[in-house]
């Protein structure tokens, strides 16, 4: 990859999970198994950041958060706060169009038990990064402390600085403001450590500070 790229659908830099990919691609041939490209405006107002492809989901489609459990929250709320212009389904083939909305993971390629090691999450930051660098968002929503943390390297800030927190806000250089949720996770929800009502609250936040 040459510098300031903000997506390779061929990168192998991680060994682990290239070659993770190469055993899904010969027992799902039908699924993407590569690494998942961002998704929405390129030069979004918002950019939510996940934790990485799920196996079923957007390692399947292609498209974050799509087919997924995770998803539907997700892009239900996106839709019901103007940053998508239909709910979305599980075909990424379904029109949906983001509105000054952006969606990307920590890590773009599928981990094995969905657990990303250190080293990969850092060795994907640049991609990270440099989408940060080229959208610029004036928000971002990190879903989950590794989303958290990743978006904080992505920057050079050290994390100490930013502490994790569901709907936790925070200030960072630059005018960017940085907005922290528990993941949408099926866990999550089904232990309603999530509930629709506690992600719509930061949503609500994020579109009154976007003058949405």
Same mark, same amino acid.
């Given at each position: ?28 041939? !039908? ?5 998942? $490209?961002?998704? =929405? %405006?390129?030069?979004?107002? *918002? /950019?939510?950041?996940? &934790?990485?492809?799920?196996?079923? !989901? ?5 498209? $974050?958060?799509? =087919? %997924?459990?995770?998803?539907? *929250? /997700?892009?239900?709320? &996106? ?134």
């Amino acid at each position: 990859m040459s510098g300031g790229e903000v997506f390779d659908i061929d990168c192998v830099q991680c060994p682990r999970l290239a070659a993770f990919l190469a055993t899904v691609r010969q027992e799902h041939p !039908g699924y993407h198994a590569r690494p998942v $490209p961002p998704f =929405g %405006d390129a030069q979004a107002q *918002l /950019l939510v950041v996940g &934790l990485a492809p799920g196996m079923h !989901g957007a390692n399947r489609t292609g498209r $974050p958060f799509t =087919g %997924d459990y995770a998803g539907i *929250l /997700l892009y239900e709320t &996106l839709y019901k706060y103007g940053f998508a212009d239909r709910v979305g389904t599980a075909d990424p083939d379904d029109g949906l169009t983001l509105v000054g909305c952006r969606i990307s993971n920590a890590v773009k390629c599928l981990p094995p038990a969905n657990k990303p090691n250190p080293d990969e999450i850092k060795r994907c930051n640049q991609y990270l990064a440099a989408e940060l660098t080229a959208c610029p968002p004036r928000a971002v929503l990190a879903l989950g402390r590794i989303a958290h943390d990743a978006v904080l390297m992505a920057l050079g800030l050290k994390a100490s600085g930013y502490r994790f927190g569901h709907h936790a806000v925070h200030d960072l250089p630059d005018g960017l403001r940085l907005y922290d949720s528990y993941h949408c996770s099926r866990y999550n929800t089904q232990t309603r450590r999530l509930t629709t009502d506690m992600f719509e609250a930061v949503f609500a936040d994020i579109a009154a500070y976007l003058g949405r």
